[in-house]
């Protein structure tokens, strides 16, 4: 195979994988559950700094940096039988970090555009108020 044929091989592999469609939901409809009695399980997969920091977090949100989630997935157990929600700043970490969910038998969706979008839309989010 010829090393043209390879890279063309490998453009479309990347393509394929870029092109899975991982469960996605809109901010507007995770909004809607967390006003309802509905349970909602809400997975951040950005840094400590990025969660306590100026953009903030969705309220009852756990922390779970996407590069610590294949150690850390115990602490999700509570939850298998819930779908978990996950964001992060735009949506890149946490269609990742469905993936891996999905890997181990995890109900998950991306929430699609991240907290971003969530901030654009003017929604709320908890702030930490520096001591």
Avoid at 42 to 47: E, F, G, H, S, Y
Avoid at 55 to 66: D, W
Avoid at 73 to 80: C, N, Q
Wanted: hydrophobic share 40%; glycine share 8%.
């Amino acid at each position: 195979m010829s090393l043209m044929s390879m890279m063309i091989i490998g453009a479309a592999s990347i393509l394929n994988f870029q092109q899975h469609d991982s469960p996605s939901v809109s901010i507007e409809e995770i909004h809607k559950k967390m006003q309802s009695n509905e349970r909602v399980v809400l997975l951040d997969v950005r840094t400590p700094q990025e969660f306590g920091g100026e953009t903030g977090h969705l309220e009852g949100a756990i922390l779970l940096p996407v590069q610590d989630l294949t150690m850390r997935l115990g602490e999700l157990e509570p939850f298998k039988n819930d779908t978990i929600f996950v964001y992060c700043r735009t949506d890149n970490r946490s269609r990742s970090a469905v993936s891996i969910l999905e890997g181990k038998a995890f109900k998950a969706s991306f929430m699609k555009g991240g907290i971003s979008a969530w901030r654009a839309a003017g929604l709320p989010v908890v702030l930490e108020v520096p001591e």
